[in-house]
């Protein structure tokens, strides 16, 4: 699952954290165990618990950083979806 942007709030708060950072270009690979089905991974996202997510870094020089506010859109979207075809549509919208 490609992440199209990063905005402010609780993604922003943990790379500040950890000293990481997630952004634009990067991609979802894996959420709570769940690989290799994009909508899998998405109606896992929408599940109101503990997120573990494994985030694939696109390489720095292919393009700038990005902050993490886009991130907690894209979930706060992503639990309002009443399906994992609808979270699609919803992360398509937000390109």
Request: charge should be positive.
């Amino acid at each position: 699952v490609l992440i199209k942007k990063v905005k402010e709030g609780a993604i922003q708060a943990w790379c500040q954290q950890h000293r990481r950072l997630i952004q634009t270009g990067d991609r979802i690979v894996s959420a709570n165990g769940h690989t290799g089905d994009a909508e899998r991974i998405l109606a896992e996202c929408q599940k109101r618990q503990a997120l573990r997510l494994e985030i694939r870094a696109v390489s720095s020089t292919r393009r700038p950083a990005a902050g993490a506010e886009h991130v907690e859109e894209i979930r706060e979207a992503l639990r309002s979806a009443s399906s994992a075809a609808e979270a699609v549509q919803l992360l398509r919208k937000h390109r």
